[in-house]
């Protein structure tokens, strides 16, 4: 793919799944709000609903819930599912774009899985059709009866995933599907229950007949799994750019830790919009698997490593069939940029090579072609500022390299 264009198209998807996530989580957490603040009002019947009263922009809202249909039900219902599918749509097109049309730079990791691009795309697109499939015979199963118990056993299921991805994908590679699963999960719940679940509601109740109480029973959960996952799926989406935080052999520990805090956070507003109070061990609960996690991520840094006491880092195999950079573009690249990309930085206040992206062997150099190609020879992004002074020269010579065949 050409770099210009691949570039671009990563901005642009980036951009669109960043808006239409934007609309979905805020749309989800105000109406979580509007749910614990209803009271009760004279012309709704008793536990049939509730009111609340906002002001915003200068103006002042009633705002009504109905559980049962009122006297006059208009044709028209504004409809909060659009916000779900396209943050997915749009994350979908960015994991294919990003992940597997570029999988040689994002997804395989030849010292975990020598992988085909084919194979590596197959094995992701499995992993999310897998999940959502395990997960929802989860919530269909009699484990269902118990909300606690499920809870356990989605959360076991999202880390094992993490784990399985970790022995087959690149770091990055694996916590990116992790999040993907979970919001693929996310949207399915809302595509495949909680929409269709509404629609057979409504038509109940302008009909005059009960609703299926199974129906909301099944919403509620699935409503309360989403509730409890956004905040870790916007951490894993967010973390590509962070390498610490899968660089590390315990990555799916990590996932796990920040479940349980993303949780515990939501728990601190869930309690707090209903008006039950500030439980601030709430916060102190999250900030303990947090910094668990942070002391974990310390493990995948060599300087981080010191601190520990821990032995220095084995450098992974790699095959010895692997392409190589010529001498002089490995001699160019080790004088400009291997001082922040490498194992070991020596960069003063780098203490992880930057997006994980090392160039500190010829095989890594030549992995990283299509990279250097867009950082330091269509645009002089890299070095930044040019603070190790590459020359034009070096730069040509570069340029003759990654367009060579």
């Known amino acids: 793919m050409d770099p210009i264009v691949a570039e671009w198209g990563n901005l642009l998807l980036r951009w669109a ?38 002001v915003h922009g200068g103006g002042f809202y009633e705002v009504k819930k109905y559980l049962e249909a009122p006297a006059h039900l208009p044709q028209e219902l504004i409809w909060h599912k659009w916000q779900s599918y396209s943050t997915w749509i749009t994350g979908f097109f960015l994991l294919i774009w990003l992940y597997y049309a570029q999988s040689d730079l994002y997804l395989i990791d ?29 919530c269909r199963s009699p484990l269902a009866k118990n909300e606690m118990a499920l809870s356990a056993v989605v959360f076991a299921l999202i ?41 057979k509601i409504i038509a109940a109740l302008t ?26 799926v916007v951490f894993l989406m967010v973390s590509n750019h962070y390498p610490l935080v899968w660089s590390t052999p315990y990555t799916f520990v990590i996932v796990g830790l920040v479940l349980i805090a993303g949780a515990l956070v939501r728990l601190y507003f869930n309690l707090h919009h209903a008006g039950k109070g500030h439980p601030w061990w709430t916060w102190i609960g999250a900030a303990i698997p947090l910094g668990i996690a942070a002391w974990i991520s310390m493990s995948a840094s060599p300087a981080g490593r010191e601190r520990l006491g821990l032995a220095p880092l084995v450098e992974p195999a790699v095959a010895a069939t692997l392409p190589k950079a010529p001498l002089e573009v490995e001699q160019i690249v080790a004088s400009r940029c291997s001082m922040c990309h490498a194992r070991e930085p020596v960069w003063q206040g780098i203490g992880i090579a930057p997006k994980g992206l090392m160039l500190d062997t010829p095989e890594r150099i030549a992995r990283q072609k299509e990279a250097i190609r867009l950082h330091a020879v269509l645009t002089h992004a890299m070095p930044p500022n040019n603070i190790t002074e590459m020359t034009a020269e070096e730069r040509r010579t570069l340029s003759l390299w990654v367009n060579s065949k």
């Open 17 to 54: 799944h960043i808006i239409t996530a934007m609309a979905w989580i805020g749309s989800s957490f105000y109406f979580m709000h509007l749910d614990a603040t209803l009271k009760a009002v004279p012309d709704i019947p008793a536990g049939k609903g509730g009111a609340t009263w906002e």
């Open 110 to 138: 030849p010292a975990v899985w020598q992988l085909s691009p084919f194979a590596a795309g197959a094995i992701g697109l499995a992993g999310l059709a897998i999940g959502w499939g395990v997960y929802d015979g989860l």
């Open 159 to 199: 880390v094992g995933i993490a784990f399985v991805f970790q022995q087959v994908f690149s770091g990055r590679g694996a916590m990116i599907h992790t999040g993907a699963v979970m919001a693929t999960i996310m949207s399915a719940n809302v595509f495949m229950i909680i929409i269709p679940g509404q629609k």
């Open 207 to 232: 009909s005059g007949q009960v609703p299926d109480p199974a129906l909301g029973k099944r919403a509620k959960i699935r409503s309360m799994h989403n509730n409890y996952l956004t905040l870790p």
